[in-house]
């Protein structure tokens, strides 16, 4: 049997963001805490999937401290891109992370590449200067090129923007607002797609969109509050910060599990 593949999902570290607008949450920080944490995992991941959000503001020092926190990380890094980031800048400075299909459609960050047999779909949902996402058209096309080429192969998608509605009312008026039922009929089509990873909703939540499982990363830095009251605000949380751990194999498909960053003491023996 062949070994799992193991993908660590890091999500919405915003570094860039004043500290005092988070209770004093130096966000940079808790980025270099998420990656001290993957360098504790055994096995190490084989690869580590960020889904956007990577900075606060999209500005190239932004970037360049992202980058390098990220340094210690002795696996591959991908990234796509959040509403809060800028991403002809992240291309720019994130080059390595953000390897751009020559075929993607102008201007975004859409790739894909192969890890351990399965096939990474990174998805630029991001407007530009908006807070939701959308596929237009052309990325729509794209993704169905994709797919296509990757018929009867296990593919994994990874974007920013979730397909659906949470409850959480503010975020689900920012999430994924145009080119979802395409969405939904390209994955059903392909009908191996293990999972959607994404980020945006700094809570992990699970979902089914497309005959696929969604999984949303919590934020490596800080939480949105869980609050499903209709009329809720958008509050932020300093919740224990968490990371996605996905372990996959072709015959069962993806396993998901929260690994809580920090120190919680050693081990009790049970
Ligand atoms: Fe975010």
């Not at 096995?43 to 970037?63: M, N, Q």
């Not at 960050?109 to 908006?130: K, S």
């Not at 169905?144 to 503010?170: C, I, K, N, Q, W």
Request: glycine residues 8%; hydrophobic residues 45%.
């Amino acid at each position: 049997m062949a070994a799992p593949l193991l993908i660590a999902q890091l999500s919405d570290a915003h570094v860039g963001i004043d500290p005092a607008d988070l209770g004093g949450l130096d966000t940079l920080a808790a980025l270099r805490r998420a990656v001290a944490h993957v360098l504790t995992l055994a096995p190490a991941p084989d690869v580590v999937l960020f889904t956007g959000d990577l900075t606060e503001r999209g500005i190239a020092a932004e970037y360049a401290q992202v980058v390098q926190a990220l340094s210690p990380l002795p696996m591959p890094v991908y990234a796509v891109p959040g509403n809060h980031d800028d991403p002809s800048v992240a291309r720019e400075v994130m080059r390595r992370f953000m390897p751009v299909a020559d075929d993607a459609p102008d201007g975004t960050c859409c790739y894909r590449l192969e890890v351990g047999g399965l096939h990474l779909v990174a998805l630029d949902t991001v407007v530009p200067r908006r807070s939701h996402g959308a596929l237009d058209p052309a990325r729509l096309a794209w993704l169905e090129r994709t797919l296509d080429a990757l018929s009867g192969l296990p593919v994994l998608v990874f974007m920013h923007h979730p397909p659906l509605p949470t409850g959480l009312s503010v975020m689900d008026r920012c999430s994924l607002m145009t080119g979802g039922e395409t969405l939904a009929a390209l994955i059903r089509h392909h009908g191996r797609v293990q999972g959607l990873l994404c980020g945006h909703l700094h809570r992990p939540v699970q979902m089914q969109f497309g005959g696929a499982p969604v999984h949303v990363a919590p934020s490596v830095a800080h939480q949105v509050d869980l609050d499903l009251r209709p009329e809720a605000p958008l509050r932020a949380r300093l919740e224990p910060p968490k990371i996605s751990l996905h372990r996959w194999l072709p015959d069962t498909g993806l396993c998901t599990h929260l690994s809580y960053v920090g120190g919680f003491g050693e081990p009790l023996v049970l």
